[in-house]
């Protein structure tokens, strides 16, 4: 297990518990409609999408459920060169960077709107940053996102680059960067 920082260390907020995302698990249907309602997309192509993470090297994946309902979930996958997200950063920052070595990619965080700035969105990446065995993680975030990048900034993660389109002429993401303990 890594050490954690942060407020809950990975520890659900009283009144959550976690189980994993995963195809085939409960909450999964709940948790691709959850990904659906705050990213419009189908969500049978999303139901795909998570399934084919689920399927990638050190893949780890939790949902947050309270009173019966899914509130929030969180994936991620080790960060590793042919992939598109990773060959897309280190084109930008160099192939060579320390950052992409031994880094897991935390790939999608979100919770229900009326559930946020409870604590679920913090406790789920430190949960799943406890989870995973690389020594630092990396994730993208919309430079628009300022709460998304405030909640990661409070929780140690910095900028490895300022920003950039993954599309062209699509939104811009910050890359972000956070060393763990071993
Ligand atoms: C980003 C997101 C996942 C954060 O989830 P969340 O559950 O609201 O996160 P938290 O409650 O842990 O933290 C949010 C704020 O609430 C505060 N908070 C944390 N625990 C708290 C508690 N127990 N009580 C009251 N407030 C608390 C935190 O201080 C934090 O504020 P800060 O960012 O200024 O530090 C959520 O806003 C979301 O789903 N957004 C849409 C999807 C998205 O943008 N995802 C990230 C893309 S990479």
């Not at 192509?45 to 084919?52: E, L, V, Y």
């Not at 935390?106 to 065995?133: H, K, N, T, W």
């Not at 990048?149 to 939104?171: C, D, I, K, N, S």
């Amino acid at each position: 297990m890594k050490r954690v920082s942060g407020k809950n260390g990975g520890t659900p907020p009283p009144g959550v518990t976690f189980a994993p995302l995963r195809p085939g698990e409960p909450w999964f249907d709940d948790a691709v409609r959850l990904y659906c309602a705050i990213w419009p997309d189908d969500a049978d192509d999303i139901a795909a999408f998570i399934a084919r993470y689920s399927r990638m090297l050190d893949y780890r994946g939790l949902v947050a459920v309270r009173d019966g309902r899914l509130v929030g979930f969180g994936f991620g996958v080790r960060s590793l060169p042919g992939n598109w997200w990773h060959d897309q950063v280190a084109e930008h920052v160099g192939p060579e960077h320390p950052a992409l070595r031994d880094a897991w990619c935390l790939v999608d965080l979100a919770v229900a709107p009326e559930e946020r700035g409870r604590g679920i969105g913090s406790a789920l990446m430190e949960a799943l940053l406890a989870s995973q065995p690389c020594s630092r993680a990396l994730l993208s975030t919309e430079v628009e996102n300022a709460t998304a990048r405030r909640l990661y900034e409070h929780h140690g993660w910095t900028y490895l680059h300022p920003g950039f389109a993954f599309v062209e002429g699509r939104q811009v993401y910050a890359i972000m960067r956070r060393e763990l303990a071993a």
